[in-house]
C-alpha cells in the first residue's frame, strides 16, 4: 500500500517491530526490536539504532512482519477480554493462544506464499503484545465494562488503540466474495474470513456492537470448533494463497 500510494521503491520501505513495549522503551528499560525489508538499508539502521537497553535484530521478510504486525494488535483485544473474562485463568489464555496463532498463521498464508514461520522473533512479539500494552488493557477494560466501544479507539493516556480498526480491516478484507474458497469440511465456498471464527467474533463484538465482551468465550469453548492444528494445516497448503490481496499478478 505505501508503494502504490507513493511510488516509493519496496526496498526503500522497512517495518520496525517488537518483541517490545512502548512503554518500556520510554523508560529505557531492556527492549529488543526487528527491522524488517531490503539488506542495504536493514542492516546499517539496526546497527545505527542498536543500544544497550535496545537490541535490534534484522530480517528480510517485510510483508509476514508486517502483516503479523497487524493481527497481533487485533488479538490481543480478545486476549485481554479472556484474561479479564476468566480471572487470569491460565487454560483458557493458553487455549485462546492457541487458536488466535493458528488464524494468524491461515490469514498470513493468504497474503505471503512463503511466509516465515511464526517462531522466533516473530512468536515473541506476538506473546508480548497479547501478555502487556495498550491493546490487551483496552480488551481487559472493555470485558470490565470500565471502557465501552461508543467511547472510541483513542484514549487518554494511552493514544490509539490499533487494533480496533484492524479488526475491521481485516474482517472486511477477508470477507470479500471474491476471495471464496472451499470449506475443507463443509465442501461449499465460502470467504475466508468463515475460517477465523476469532477474528470474526472481534467484529461483532468491537465493530458491529451486536456481541458483548462475554461472547469471546462462546466462540472459544464453542465444541465445534476444530483442533487449531488442522487450520495450520490448510494454510500451509498453499492452496488458498491470493497474490491478489497485496496487488500481486
Given at each position: 500500500?505505501i508503494k502504490c500510494a507513493t511510488g516509493v521503491p519496496i526496498e526503500n520501505i522497512l517495518y520496525l517491530g ?80 492457541a487458536h488466535c496463532t493458528s488464524e494468524m498463521i491461515f490469514i498470513t498464508h493468504l497474503l505471503a506464499e ?101 461472547a469471546i468465550l462462546e466462540a472459544l469453548r464453542d465444541e465445534t470448533l476444530n483442533d487449531p492444528r488442522e ?19
Open positions: 500500500m517488537g518483541p517490545n513495549i512502548a512503554s518500556e522503551i520510554y523508560n529505557k528499560e531492556y527492549a529488543n526490536a526487528r527491522i524488517c525489508g531490503s539488506e542495504k538499508w536493514r542492516k546499517p539502521l539496526a546497527k545505527f539504532l542498536r543500544q544497550p537497553h535496545f537490541i535490534v535484530w534484522d530480517n528480510s521478510d517485510l510483508v509476514t512482519h508486517e502483516v503479523m504486525g497487524g493481527l497481533k494488535n487485533v488479538y490481543a483485544i480478545g486476549a485481554g477480554m479472556v484474561a479479564a473474562l476468566t480471572k487470569e485463568s491460565a487454560t483458557s489464555k493458553s487455549v485462546y493462544f512463503e511466509p516465515e514461520k511464526l517462531a522466533g522473533p516473530l512468536l515473541a512479539d506476538t506473546y508480548v503484545t497479547l501478555l502487556k500494552g495498550r491493546n490487551a488493557w483496552y480488551g481487559q477494560m472493555i470485558a470490565k465494562g470500565e471502557l465501552s466501544r461508543d467511547m472510541g479507539d483513542s484514549i487518554s493516556g494511552k493514544g490509539m488503540i490499533q487494533g480496533v480498526s484492524a479488526v475491521g480491516a481485516f474482517y472486511e478484507l477477508l470477507s470479500q466474495s471474491s476471495l471464496n474458497m472451499l470449506h475443507p469440511e463443509e465442501k461449499k465456498h465460502v470467504a475466508p474470513v468463515e475460517l477465523c471464527p476469532i477474528l470474526k467474533m472481534l467484529y461483532r463484538i468491537l465493530i458491529t456492537g451486536e456481541q458483548s465482551p462475554q487450520r495450520i494445516e490448510i494454510a500451509q497448503s498453499h492452496v488458498f494463497y491470493r497474490p491478489s490481496l497485496l496487488g500481486q499478478p
